[in-house]
Nanobody, 120 residues
Framework: QVQLQESGPGLVKPSQTLSLTCTVS??????????YTWIRHSPGKGLEWIGY???????TYTPSLKSRTSISRDTSNNQFSLELRSVTPEDTAVYYC????????????WGQGTQVTVSS
């Protein structure tokens, strides 16, 4: 159904900005009732939802990361991006992009994930 592909640097230094892009195929970022999500997984914290950008461009973030997170989209390339500012080694994780549709029958699709390590 929907295919997603993460891309971006695998290594970022502490205090810098983590930037990732997700390229989406099989669905449009502007199609009603689709939500495009960033999720991360680390051994210590497990699976953690970061936030999403909805079909109308609005964004929602988990409270613990809201102050340093930005999600945006490029509709011409059907891509959405994550910026996580002021990173620390605690931000080291596998980062996934995902899509969810809340219509009928609905769907949930994941990218394959990309490892991001925060280290100097």
């Amino acid at each position: 159904q929907v295919q997603l592909q993460e891309s971006g640097p695998g290594l970022v230094k502490p205090s810098q900005t983590l930037s990732l892009t997700c390229t989406v195929s099989g669905a449009s970022l502007t199609t009603s009732y689709y939500y495009y999500t960033w999720i991360r997984h680390s051994p210590g914290k497990g699976l953690e939802w970061i936030g999403y950008i909805s079909y109308d461009g609005s964004t929602t973030y988990t409270p613990s990361l809201k102050s340093r997170t930005s999600i945006s989209r490029d509709t011409s390339n059907n891509q959405f991006s994550l910026e996580l500012r002021s990173v620390t080694p605690e931000d080291t994780a596998v980062y996934y992009c995902a899509s969810q549709s809340t219509g009928w029958p609905g769907s949930f699709d994941w990218g394959q994930g990309t490892q991001v390590t925060v280290s100097s």
